[in-house]
């Protein structure tokens, strides 16, 4: 399978704190992606950062991207109780128009 | 949400009914896609569409047929649904590099 891992499964968190997901892939890709899911809703996309990028922001998201080590990392910084969902990393193939999507990471924000 | 709907957003059926599925775009995006999320399994490709009549199979199709016989409709349909097919169900099309995902349809079969 080329499907991504999210490490860990699920994190908790105190309001305020940082929260860092990381995610592995298996295969060479030319972008990856983070997306949220709010409980009971559709995906919602983040961020999206190039094969040829290492890092980059958006508000209170950082994302990191290593290709030579296959994995990428999202840092929330300040979190708040609104900040509580899901989130996914998703890979795509070189040359492929489809995504695929690991199994995701249950973030809690604790007031 | 990039004007995708999903009809119906919730069904129960029987085991061995057939269930169709729709997932209605109004901006002419190329791409479609159907995917099913089950607990511990994340986000899972059953097919893709990238234009009229072109399809593909994804990860978990078995069990599953598609259609697309106009840009804005791509159809999932269950031929004989099955227990093991109780699942949610999500459209997305493709934008540029992101995929814009509709409401998901919640899929009991008993």
């Known amino acids: 399978s080329q499907q991504g891992e999210e490490d860990p499964q699920a994190l908790s968190i105190q309001e305020g704190e940082n929260a860092t997901m990381n995610c592995s892939y298996k295969t060479s890709i030319n972008n990856l992606q983070w997306y949220r899911q709010n409980s009971g809703r559709g995906l919602v996309h983040l961020i999206l950062?190039?094969?040829?990028?290492r890092e980059k922001h958006s508000g209170r998201l950082r994302v990191t991207l290593d290709t030579s080590k296959k994995s990428s990392s999202l840092l929330i910084t300040a979190s708040r109780a609104a900040d509580t969902a899901s989130y996914f990393c998703a890979t795509d193939f070189q040359g492929a128009q489809k995504l695929v999507f690991g199994q995701g990471t249950r973030l809690t924000i604790n007031p | 949400d990039a004007g995708i709907t999903q009809s119906p957003r919730h069904k129960v059926t029987e085991t061995g009914t057939p269930v169709t599925l729709r997932c209605h775009q109004t901006?002419?995006?190329?791409?479609m896609y159907w995917y099913r999320q089950d607990p511990g399994h994340g986000l899972r490709l059953i097919h893709y569409s990238y234009g009229v009549k072109d399809t593909d199979k994804g990860e978990v199709s078995d069990g599953y047929s598609v259609s697309r016989s106009k840009t804005e409709d791509f159809l999932l349909t269950l031929e004989s649904a099955t227990s093991s097919q109780t699942s949610v169900y999500f459209c997305a099309i493709l934008a540029g590099d992101l995929e814009y995902f509709g409401p998901g349809t919640r899929l009991t079969v008993l």
């Open positions: 901006e002419n995006h190329r791409y």
């Open positions: 950062i190039r094969s040829n990028e």
